[in-house]
């Protein structure tokens, strides 16, 4: 049971944590195009 809860966890971080950087990645892409302009 707690095995199962602990690799429920781990799968949630993991895809937080890739969400996260995404979100990060589409900030500073968003920021460059407005510098740039």
Do not use: H, T
Request: with cysteine; hydrophobic share 65%; proline share 0%.
């Amino acid at each position: 049971m707690l095995d199962r809860i602990f690799e429920f966890a781990k799968g949630y971080v993991v895809s937080f944590i890739v969400c996260f950087l995404l979100a990060l990645l589409l900030v500073g892409a968003i920021s460059f195009v407005a510098n740039g302009s």
